[in-house]
């Protein structure tokens, strides 16, 4: 982890490096070259500045008399660097040729500017600007040109001002990318460091959170609330093994202590009998207890449901109370339909019918049985997207302290020490639910009664 950090920190760096030159080389390129630009449009303006000068001289002249193919080497005064002038005459046969072996431009040039009137060239540093004119009927090429000290002294002098600062400015980037990469990967090799502190010995730990950091704050709180969920998933654990441990020894103590004293003497038929009965008694709990586990353990998180159908709740729970009221003709089950919505089929839930069944008896026998038998009244409704179940029964209630307890199987709450059970049920039918992707909520009052509300997703067909 720590090294795949540092490669990240170190991509990060060269990530940031890379963009930093990207830009500063676009940056010193655009400068140079909008220079560069410029000073070429200006040196160009000061030039037909000075053509269009000399053409006017040579126009105002009575007779302009230069010889077929001699260049008249104009007599301004030099204004610009080097500067040279230079009229002649067109050849009749446009062929350039003398001309181009006394000064050295392309004869295309000469075409140009007899087709456009102007034009512009130049070599490395010297530019040239030429205008076409007439005068006595023959058509006269005019041409100032100059060195172009812009581009020789002060773009060169451009060219290594900018490497300069290019090289600096990369130097200092590269400083700046290692800090920021380094400040931005310290919180997270920070908590790493923590994280790796943490184990199943210390998981009350809690990483800290970082000032002025939210969304590495938001991953912090996210992981401390994980850690919350594990720690409290242990300690479940934990107890839930020191319960059941209890719960199944509970049972093997009696089995061995009745074997034990019918074996220590002698006994009567009759007393074997009575040992046996014990003995198979407490066998059918231990049996009843590790069914029950077993089947908590299948339905856990994880548990994955073998046969889903669709179910129609009504009838499930008609089902229910029928088979409850067999059981033990003493419960006393209503089932309220006031609240049944028009359509039938939203009362369709996608689940397996026997788990399903399961949990409505647990959670409808308890109410029969902590209210003494006294009338259970389970609703029915639902909305668009859910199907609602509400058991409610004024039986004993749960005392307030103990209602976080009653999910941890085998936990049975203070005031029922005259009821069976084994403390199974509840968790047994939640976890149920859950896997249903529903939610079963008990409110209780003690001596009052006790509601449960079960809530699930509404069955909807997939094409
Ligand atoms: P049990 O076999 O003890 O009934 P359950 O797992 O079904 O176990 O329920 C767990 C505990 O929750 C019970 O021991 C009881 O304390 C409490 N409980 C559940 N349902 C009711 C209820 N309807 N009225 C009062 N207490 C209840």
């Given at each position: 982890m720590?090294?795949?950090i540092s490669?990240?920190?170190?991509k990060?760096m060269?990530?940031?490096?890379l963009?930093?030159?990207?830009?500063i080389?676009?940056?010193?390129a655009l400068?140079?070259?909008?220079?560069?630009n410029f000073s070429?449009?200006?040196?160009?303006?000061?030039?037909?500045?000075?053509a269009t000068?000399?053409?006017q001289?040579?126009?105002?002249?009575e007779h302009?008399?230069?010889?077929?193919?001699?260049?008249?080497?104009?007599?301004?005064?030099e204004e610009l660097?080097?500067?040279?002038?230079?009229?002649?005459?067109?050849?009749?046969?446009?062929?350039?040729?003398?001309?181009t072996?006394?000064?050295?431009i392309p004869?295309?040039?000469?075409?140009n500017?007899?087709k456009?009137?102007?034009?512009?060239y130049?070599?490395?540093?010297?530019?040239?600007?030429g205008?076409?004119f007439?005068?006595?009927?023959?058509?006269?090429i005019?041409?100032?040109s100059?060195?172009?000290?812009y581009v020789?002294?002060?773009?060169?002098?451009?060219?290594?001002?900018?490497?300069?600062?290019m090289?600096?400015?990369?130097?200092?980037?590269?400083i700046?990318?290692?800090?920021l990469s380094?400040?931005?990967?310290k919180?997270?090799?920070k908590?790493?460091?923590?994280v790796k502190?943490i184990?199943?010995?210390?998981?009350?730990?809690r990483l800290?959170?970082q000032?002025?950091?939210?969304?590495?704050?938001e991953?912090?709180?996210t992981?401390?609330?994980?850690?919350n969920?594990?720690?409290?998933?242990f300690?479940?654990?934990?107890?839930?093994?020191g319960?059941?441990?209890?719960?199944?020894?509970?049972?093997?103590t009696?089995i061995m202590?009745?074997a034990?004293?019918a074996?220590?003497?002698?006994?009567?038929?009759?007393?074997?009998q009575?040992t046996l009965?014990?003995?198979?008694?407490?066998a059918e709990k231990l049996?009843?207890?590790?069914?029950a586990?077993?089947?908590?353990a299948?339905t856990?998180f994880?548990?994955k449901?073998?046969?889903?159908?669709k179910v129609?709740?009504?009838?499930?729970?008609?089902?229910?109370i029928?088979?409850?009221k067999r059981i033990?003709?003493?419960n006393?089950?209503y089932?309220d339909i006031?609240m049944l919505?028009d359509n039938p089929?939203?009362?369709?839930?996608?689940?397996n019918e026997?788990?399903?069944?399961?949990a409505?008896?647990?959670i409808i026998?308890?109410?029969?049985k902590y209210?003494?038998f006294q009338?259970?009244?389970?609703s029915?409704?639902?909305?668009d997207?859910?199907v609602y179940?509400i058991?409610?029964d004024h039986?004993?209630g749960?005392p307030?302290?103990?209602m976080d307890k009653?999910y941890?199987?085998f936990?049975?709450?203070s005031?029922?020490k005259?009821?069976?059970?084994?403390?199974i049920?509840?968790?047994?039918?939640?976890n149920?639910v859950?896997?249903?992707?529903g939610?079963?909520?008990v409110?209780s009052?003690?001596?009052v009664?006790?509601?449960?509300?079960i809530?699930f997703?509404?069955y909807?067909?997939?094409?």
């Amino acid at each position: 982890m720590l090294k795949r950090i540092s490669t990240n920190q170190t991509k990060t760096m060269l990530l940031l490096m890379l963009v930093f030159t990207v830009v500063i080389l676009l940056f010193s390129a655009l400068v140079y070259f909008s220079i560069v630009n410029f000073s070429h449009q200006r040196f160009y303006e000061l030039l037909k500045i000075r053509a269009t000068t000399i053409v006017q001289i040579e126009k105002g002249k009575e007779h302009l008399d230069i010889p077929a193919n001699h260049i008249l080497n104009s007599t301004n005064d030099e204004e610009l660097p080097m500067e040279k002038d230079y009229v002649f005459e067109v050849p009749r046969d446009s062929n350039y040729s003398q001309i181009t072996s006394q000064i050295h431009i392309p004869d295309t040039f000469f075409k140009n500017i007899i087709k456009k009137g102007e034009d512009n060239y130049n070599d490395q540093e010297f530019y040239y600007i030429g205008q076409s004119f007439k005068s006595d009927d023959k058509t006269y090429i005019a041409i100032a040109s100059a060195k172009n000290h812009y581009v020789v002294d002060y773009l060169g002098y451009l060219k290594r001002t900018l490497v300069t600062c290019m090289v600096l400015a990369i130097f200092f980037s590269m400083i700046f990318s290692f800090y920021l990469s380094k400040t931005l990967f310290k919180p997270i090799l920070k908590i790493t460091g923590k994280v790796k502190e943490i184990s199943s010995e210390n998981l009350h730990l809690r990483l800290e959170p970082q000032p002025g950091n939210t969304e590495l704050n938001e991953l912090i709180d996210t992981f401390n609330d994980m850690l919350n969920r594990i720690e409290t998933s242990f300690e479940t654990q934990n107890h839930l093994i020191g319960n059941v441990s209890h719960e199944l020894r509970t049972p093997l103590t009696s089995i061995m202590g009745e074997a034990d004293v019918a074996l220590s003497q002698k006994r009567s038929e009759a007393h074997y009998q009575e040992t046996l009965q014990i003995i198979l008694d407490e066998a059918e709990k231990l049996d009843k207890k590790i069914k029950a586990l077993l089947m908590i353990a299948q339905t856990g998180f994880d548990g994955k449901i073998q046969k889903m159908d669709k179910v129609r709740m009504d009838q499930l729970l008609w089902d229910v109370i029928e088979t409850a009221k067999r059981i033990n003709s003493k419960n006393n089950v209503y089932l309220d339909i006031s609240m049944l919505p028009d359509n039938p089929k939203k009362l369709k839930v996608q689940g397996n019918e026997q788990l399903l069944h399961l949990a409505m008896a647990n959670i409808i026998n308890n109410g029969c049985k902590y209210s003494n038998f006294q009338q259970v009244k389970v609703s029915l409704g639902a909305t668009d997207d859910h199907v609602y179940i509400i058991i409610k029964d004024h039986g004993i209630g749960i005392p307030d302290s103990e209602m976080d307890k009653i999910y941890d199987p085998f936990y049975r709450a203070s005031n029922t020490k005259n009821y069976e059970g084994y403390g199974i049920g509840l968790p047994l039918a939640r976890n149920i639910v859950r896997i249903h992707n529903g939610e079963l909520i008990v409110n209780s009052k003690e001596n009052v009664g006790t509601t449960v509300q079960i809530r699930f997703p509404i069955y909807v067909p997939t094409e």
